[in-house]
């Protein structure tokens, strides 16, 4: 099965808020572009993955796939839009997953290929990762509890440590950086 990675991203200025205290505006678009980067590869070396779409506002200088302008309307809104655009099976990744590996994407891919299948946070409440079958019919609801929302569909849980460990906290960047994440080239 061949499956299109979508892959959704705020506007530089815009992406994460909450490492305000520990990281300059420049220095939080460089950490995701960093982490888009990592997300990025990842996915172009799977064999699962045959196109490879970012979903923002504008891409990153040097971003080397397929764009999907983000027109404003939220987050679960432009994926219902972005969704009905492909129709290939589809991959949705937070671009936030400072250690997700190929096999991490191949067991959300498998888990998937029957219908549905989403990995939630290490902390269960949100969702880092959604897998859909081409036909699958499916309403995003990120935002608080999304997993709890998402996993209402009847979606096989993936729980892989690459999925389950995104980017959103000071607690979070601690824990990444005591995991070998390198920060020194941030501004």
């Known amino acids: 099965m061949s499956w299109t990675a979508l892959l959704p991203l705020k506007a530089a200025g815009e992406r994460k808020t909450r490492l305000a205290d520990q990281l ?15 997300v990025a590869g990842v996915l172009r070396a799977s064999p699962l993955v045959s196109r490879l779409v ?14 999907l302008a983000d027109s404003g309307h939220g987050l679960n809104a432009e994926l219902q839009r972005a969704r009905r655009t492909l129709t290939t099976p589809v991959l949705i990744l937070h671009a936030d ?12 891919a498998g888990a998937g290929a029957g219908g549905c299948a989403v990995a939630p946070d290490r902390h269960g409440r949100g969702t880092n990762a959604i897998a ?49 994440l390198r920060m020194e080239v941030l501004p």
């Open 97 to 108: 997953l400072p250690f997700l590996t190929a096999a991490d994407v191949a067991a959300l």
């Open 24 to 38: 300059s505006p420049a220095g939080r678009d460089a950490l995701t572009d960093r982490l888009l980067g990592h």
């Open 132 to 180: 859909l079958a081409a036909a699958t019919p499916w309403t995003f609801a990120f935002g608080a509890d999304s997993f709890a929302a998402h996993r209402a569909h009847g979606a096989a849980i993936v729980e892989r440590d690459g999925l389950a460990f995104d980017l959103d906290t000071p607690d979070d960047l601690a824990l990444a950086i005591a995991r070998g």
């Open 54 to 67: 970012l979903l923002s506002p504008a891409p990153p200088a040097g971003w080397p796939g397929e764009w």
